[in-house]
């Protein structure tokens, strides 16, 4: 439950002035949802470019919500820390789901996000058989191996989850550390790379499965090991995977997520999709300590003078506190 943290005077004031004009109560219920451009804000409301930019500059200077810049692109999300957290929660929770206006962005919104993930989906199938090689254009991946091996060790665990397997290649990399592994991916091209690559390696232990990142088609509470392996920066919403990716860990579990660190390289998102131009090691942090995870290492290598970049990978190894269960144990259950 969010805590009575209070608010002062002018911040309360401000805030309310802030929120107070329709389009901006719109734009606070849409931001529920995930993090949006301007573009997409555009589109949804029917609005001007200026219209909006000079809505979301009103509600950044009230801390409604923060502005994150990449590249060409800003996102904005909801402020997430402070009292006026609290504010903007409940402008939200008095908000009409019903009323139609309200109900008329969150289709458009929707619509917006079946092209976002149209496009994603496209591009993953054109390059499902290229896709290791692809991966190897930015940073040396064998370095980026070695470094997620380390990071985990080498102690056997029962099971291991890997969200947005792709080819599968984070299954075969541990594959002689767990006893079960599952691989989760919305691409049916890409799992049929994968089942083949997983066959060919002789990992009967290892399988994979269509599923959606956001809603994962499995219990909770399973998992020793969950791995993010470049996937958030294709993402509308990776805090949201995050904390639905956390929600997979058994007590004392951890999750292991591989992405770029923030760069302006424009062509990864018109010609690879990539949703986010990297993501700042303290803000992938915060996703996961908001998801109730202890972060115990975050990494960085930077990609050498033969990549023709200035690419940075960083990796993030966060725990869950909770003991982990004896065997036999059915009274140690604890839901996050």
Do not use: C
Request: proline content about 4%; cysteine-free; glycine content about 8%.
């Amino acid at each position: 439950m969010l805590e009575a943290t209070p608010i002062q005077l002018a911040r309360l004031l401000g805030g309310l002035k802030g929120a107070a004009e329709e389009t901006r109560l719109r734009i606070l219920a849409l931001l529920t949802h995930g993090d949006l451009t301007v573009k997409d804000l555009t589109t949804i409301l029917g609005q001007s470019q200026p219209r909006i930019s000079r809505h979301l500059k009103l509600m950044t200077e009230a801390g409604l919500i923060n502005r994150y810049p990449e590249g060409a692109w800003v996102y904005y999300r909801l402020v997430e820390t402070g009292g006026v957290v609290r504010l903007v929660r409940t402008l939200n929770e008095l908000i009409d789901l019903s009323d139609a206006t309200i109900m008329r962005d969150r289709e458009r919104l929707a619509r917006v996000k079946a092209e976002h993930a149209e496009h994603a989906a496209s591009y993953f199938a054109a390059n499902a058989q290229n896709w290791d090689q692809i991966r190897r254009l930015h940073v040396p991946e064998e370095r980026v191996e070695a470094e997620m091996l380390r990071l985990v060790g080498d102690r056997p665990f029962r099971s291991m989850l890997d969200l947005g397997t792709g080819t599968g290649r984070a299954l075969e990399l541990f594959g002689s550390l767990y006893d079960t592994g599952i691989g989760i991916d919305a691409s049916h091209s890409m799992l049929a790379v994968a089942r083949a690559k997983l066959d060919a390696a002789g990992l009967a232990h290892a399988q994979v499965r269509q599923g959606d990142i956001f809603n994962l088609p499995l219990p909770p509470g399973g998992s020793d090991l969950v791995v993010l392996h470049q996937v958030l920066h294709y993402l509308d919403d990776p805090a949201l995977a995050v904390r639905e990716a956390a929600r997979m860990l058994a007590p004392g579990g951890r999750m292991l997520i591989v992405d770029f660190a923030p760069h302006h390289l424009e062509f990864l998102r018109t010609e690879h999709a990539h949703r986010r131009l990297g993501l700042d090691r303290r803000l992938v942090a915060d996703w996961l300590e908001t998801a109730g995870l202890e972060v115990g290492r975050i990494e960085d290598l930077r990609a050498g003078e033969e990549a023709g970049e200035t690419l940075t990978v960083t990796l993030w190894l966060a725990m869950d506190t909770r003991l982990p269960v004896a065997e036999g144990d059915t009274d140690g259950e604890n839901d996050r």
